[in-house]
Every structure is written in C-alpha cells, then in structure tokens.
C-alpha cells in the first residue's frame, strides 16, 4: 500500500490552521514536502503535526447551523491491533478522540496512522463540565 499524500491545502483544513502555517510547522520539525504537481505532505506527518500541535486547553464547540452535530472530520494518529479488538485514536481539530472497534473493522477500512476518517458519536449518556472562559 502506497503512502497516502495531502494537498497543504487539505492538510491546513484539517490543522484548522493556514496552508502558509502548515509549510512552517513542517519545516521547523524538518519533515518533506513535495510538488507533483502541487504541493503535499505525507498524511502520516499530519498526523503526527496533529498529535503533537494539539492544544491543552479545550475550546468552544464551533456554531453554525449544522444538521449531523455527532459527526466530527479527522486523521488517525494511532492504531494498536490485538487479537480481536483495535484502538484507533483520531485528532479532529483540537479534540483527540479514541475508538474501540474490532481489528476485523480497522483492517476493512485499512485504518493507518494518516487515514482520514469521519468519526461519529452516539451516546445514551453525556456529562457536561463546565470550564472558566
């Protein structure tokens, strides 16, 4: 399987940064880009731009009117297989968020560090905190 590449374009929207932004990060920590024809990244730096860019303090829900709340765009940054059962841990934004599925799942969906996925959220149950801000 060949290694999946990203338009800095597509890379910055995921960081929820500018692509002028993701150039720099990506040259302070000395990770390449390439032009064919148009700029990219390799989706497994983003994820690891991702994992260690997140920030510390949570932030407020974006508004907006949108009908899927549950659904939340992101890039996996982890995936630990076992036996039966397989972590997935995803950055989407600033949230890090992990999933236990089966490993029978993750290798259906060829889940790897820089796959882009769609995670979405279904809860009989939500706790609320609220934070000073």
Do not use: Y
């Amino acid at each position: 399987m060949s290694a999946r590449s990203l338009k800095i374009s597509e890379a910055a929207a995921l960081l929820g940064v500018s692509p002028d932004t993701v150039r720099r990060r990506a040259a302070a920590v000395g990770l390449t880009l390439t032009k064919d024809p148009v700029q990219t990244i390799a989706a497994a730096d983003v994820a690891r731009l991702a994992t260690e860019e997140a920030p510390d303090t949570p932030f407020p829900a974006p508004t907006g009117q949108i009908s899927a709340r549950n659904r939340f765009g992101g890039i996996v940054t982890r995936v630990v297989r076992d036996g039966v059962m397989a972590q997935v841990d995803i950055q989407a934004g600033p949230f890090r968020m992990v999933s236990l599925i089966s490993r029978e799942a993750a290798d259906e969906l060829g889940l790897e560090p820089g796959s882009l996925v769609c995670a979405t959220v279904k809860a009989t149950n939500l706790g609320i905190e609220g934070w000073a801000g």
